[in-house]
Structure formats: structure tokens, C-alpha cells
């Protein structure tokens, strides 16, 4: 391509008419001749730009990431590219102004590649319509141009189209359209994670949209986004889950009990559930903290060099396992004393406070229900979860209230019966 473009400029200097322009050197004529429209290939930048370009005359056959920016003509395409896409050797502060304007470059009849200001940019069809309306000939530029966001819209609104449409929207529409006429405080959360999953897959399908490559970060905004969608996902089904049982114990649906707390058992309660959280959580402290000096230990023994670092990283470890093991239980605290003095018990889960468990979503199963007459009457359900190779418990204390106390027997049998 460089040879074609030198060849067209010595036919164009053997035909020149003006002999001061015949008497210069091919690169000085050039300079003249194309003044101000075209440029000579002195760099190996502009080579390549050309040769990546200006080579192929048919549309097809220009490499994919240009193909965006031709025009719709097949033969002899016209490529459109804003002021910052092209080599900074083309741009010229002489011969074109450094604004955010769009430049047109085309193969010019084997004189080379022109460029050329486009003040006001028009679409295909407004350049139609100015011709037959008022006979102007205007350059049209490509509407991916014009709109570079228009096939991501597109995209958009089909994927959009298709969730609407699909019985899991419905699903979720009802969900929340029924959890927001009571005081539903999972609403919130099944909101909070849709949004990140939405989020999530329109981030994924951006890099493919505009074309972001693996090697420039697209892979790794591709897969953090996959990741991040599947889990939204997984955690949004489980809080709408969440969302329909509260709703229904709210409303009153299939409950076995509902008891309402005058304020000073309800402050006695949740000071006893503060004090043991603190407890369990004080244990669970000395055990990790028993661990982690150990294993530290090992390694500061062993690369006697390290001692200083490995003391402050595990110093570190200590401190932030020590705050969580206060703020978790004071933080749980803090939440029932402004929450309503409320325990509802459904066959698939209790509501105390603004606590609610439930037994009937993923790896959940009930275990058992006890009547536990030790420090404060009350119901103790037991219900576990899988927590890597083994299950764990989770211990849940509900009050009795007082005069309620021969309902107990029933309550009792209808959980473990009804969760067999």
C-alpha cells in the first residue's frame, strides 16, 4: 500500500502543471500537492494504520473492529473515526484542529488516503432525504457512529423483553408486589441482589457489546461478572423465598402461633440472648485465636527472618476476629431493641423480632422443637444448614408468654410432626 500511494503521487507530480511543484522532491511535493488533506507514510505507525486499512476494497475484508465504522457502500468503504482513534502522526494541528470533531479517511482513487472534517454528521436516511429535497450531496455516516450505543439498547431492551415475559419475572413481581402492602424487611434484600444480578449480566454482556478484549481486562471483567451474577442469582431465589414465607406469617397464613410481648419480658429476652451470643461468640474467639498462634508460631519458628511481619499480620488477624465477635452480637442487639416485640411460628419458620428463620430454603433442614424450662420458659427450635464437610446448628429461643402455657404441647408436636 505505501508503494501504491508513492506511485500515485509520482503520476500526480508528471502531470502537475505548476513546475515549482514538478521541481521538488517526491516527499516535499507531497507535502504541497496534499496540503492539508492528506499525509505521507513516514512513520511505522501510519504504515501499519494504512496497510491494516486502506488495502482491502471491500467491506468484508476489513478486519472486524473496523467493519463498525464503515459506511453500508460495499465497494470502496469510507471508514468514520473521531479525532482520538486515529495515530497521533495523522493529526496535524497545522491542517486540522484538535477538536472532538469526526474525520472521514478513504481510499481516493489511488491517490491515497484523504481526510476530511464533517462539521454536522448525518445518518444514512437524512442524507438521502437532503439530496431529493435540496439537491445536497452530504457525506452519511454509519449510525453506529451516530449512536454507538444503539446495538447495546438494542440488546438491552430484546433481554429485557425476554425476563418480563418469562414465568421467574412473574414469580418475582408477585413476590414483591404482596411483600410490600405488610412490613416486609426481606423485601429489601431480594430488591438489593436483583439489582446486583442485573448489574452483574449486563456487565458481562458489555465486554462482548463493545467488544472489550480478553488480554485488556475482558476476561477478568467477563468472569468476575459471570461469578457475581450466578451467586446474585442463587441468593436472590433464596431471599424472594424468604420474602413469600414472611408475608404469608404476617397475614397470618398457615401460623401455628403468634404471641405479642409486653416490654419488659421482651427487654429481658433479648439482654439474655445478648449476654449468651456473647458468650458463644467469646469461645468461638478463643479457639480461632488458639489456631492461628499456633500455625503462626510454626512459620515464625521456621524463617526466623519473618518473626517481625508474621507477629503484625497475625496481631492484625487477632484484632479484626475480636471486633467481629463484639460488634456481630451487639450489632443483633441493637436491631431487636427497636424491632416490633413480636414471635410468630409457622411449620416452615419463625419470626422473632426482626429475626426470621427458615427451614424450608436450600440446604436448611428442621431438626427438632423443645420445651426448655431452664433460666426463662421457652421454645427451643433447632434447625441446621451444611457448612462445608458438615451440618451446622443453628439454636432459636422463642419466649412463652405468659397464660400461653398450654399451648406448648401442641406446638411442640405440630413442628416436629409437620417437619418429619
Do not use: C
Not at 438494542?154 to 408486589?177: A, D, Q
Request: glycine content about 4%; hydrophobic content about 45%; overall charge positive.
Amino acid at each position: 500500500m505505501v508503494n501504491l500511494i508513492r506511485d500515485s503521487l509520482l503520476e500526480a507530480k508528471k502531470t502537475s502543471e505548476n513546475l515549482y511543484l514538478f521541481s521538488l522532491p517526491i516527499d516535499k511535493f507531497a507535502e504541497e500537492y496534499y496540503k492539508g488533506y492528506l499525509f505521507k507514510p513516514s512513520e511505522n505507525k501510519l504504515i501499519d494504520f494504512i496497510k491494516t486499512i486502506a488495502q482491502n476494497s471491500y467491506k468484508e475484508n476489513l478486519p472486524e473492529e473496523f467493519r463498525e465504522k464503515a459506511n453500508d457502500i460495499n465497494y470502496d468503504p469510507s471508514l468514520f473515526f473521531k479525532e482520538d482513534e486515529l495515530p497521533q502522526e495523522l493529526v496535524k494541528k497545522e491542517y486540522l484542529p484538535l477538536k472532538h470533531y469526526y474525520f472521514l479517511i478513504q481510499d481516493n482513487s489511488g491517490l491515497g488516503i484523504q481526510i476530511e472534517k464533517l462539521d454536522k454528521l448525518y445518518s444514512p436516511s437524512e442524507a438521502t432525504d437532503l439530496f431529493f429535497s435540496k439537491g445536497e450531496q452530504v457525506t452519511s455516516v454509519p449510525l453506529s457512529i451516530i449512536f454507538p450505543f444503539r446495538k447495546f439498547i438494542i440488546y438491552l431492551v430484546g433481554l429485557l423483553g425476554i425476563i418480563l415475559f418469562s414465568p421467574f419475572y412473574l414469580y418475582i413481581y408477585n413476590t414483591l408486589k404482596e411483600a410490600k402492602q405488610e412490613e416486609n424487611f426481606q423485601r429489601k434484600y431480594a430488591i438489593m441482589w436483583l439489582l446486583i444480578m442485573i448489574v452483574s449480566l449486563v456487565s458481562a454482556i458489555s465486554v462482548f457489546l463493545f467488544k472489550i478484549e480478553i488480554s485488556k481486562g475482558g476476561g477478568a471483567i467477563f468472569m468476575i461478572s459471570l461469578v457475581l451474577m450466578i451467586t446474585a442469582f442463587i441468593v436472590s431465589i433464596m431471599y424472594l423465598k424468604r420474602t413469600k414465607l414472611l408475608s404469608k406469617m404476617l397475614k397470618g397464613e398457615n401460623i401455628i402461633v403468634k404471641w405479642i410481648y409486653p416490654n419488659d419480658i421482651w427487654q429481658s429476652y433479648i439482654e439474655s440472648e445478648y449476654s449468651e451470643r456473647k458468650k458463644v461468640n467469646a469461645k468461638a474467639f478463643m479457639m480461632l485465636a488458639f489456631i492461628l498462634i499456633i500455625i503462626f508460631s510454626i512459620f515464625m519458628i521456621i524463617d526466623k527472618k519473618m518473626f517481625p511481619l508474621m507477629l503484625y499480620v497475625l496481631l492484625g488477624f487477632l484484632l479484626l476476629l475480636f471486633i467481629i465477635s463484639k460488634m456481630t452480637p451487639l450489632s443483633q442487639f441493637r436491631k431487636q431493641i427497636k424491632a416490633k416485640p413480636i414471635a410468630i411460628i409457622s411449620s416452615n419458620g419463625v419470626l422473632i423480632g426482626k429475626a426470621l428463620h427458615s427451614w424450608n430454603v436450600f440446604n436448611t433442614r428442621f431438626e427438632r422443637a423443645e420445651y426448655i424450662k431452664e433460666e426463662y420458659l421457652h421454645i427451643e427450635i433447632t434447625y441446621s444448614y451444611w457448612a462445608r464437610y458438615h451440618r451446622e446448628n443453628v439454636t432459636v429461643r422463642i419466649p412463652i408468654l405468659k397464660g400461653e402455657e398450654s399451648k406448648i404441647e401442641y406446638i411442640i408436636n405440630k413442628l416436629n410432626t409437620s417437619n418429619k
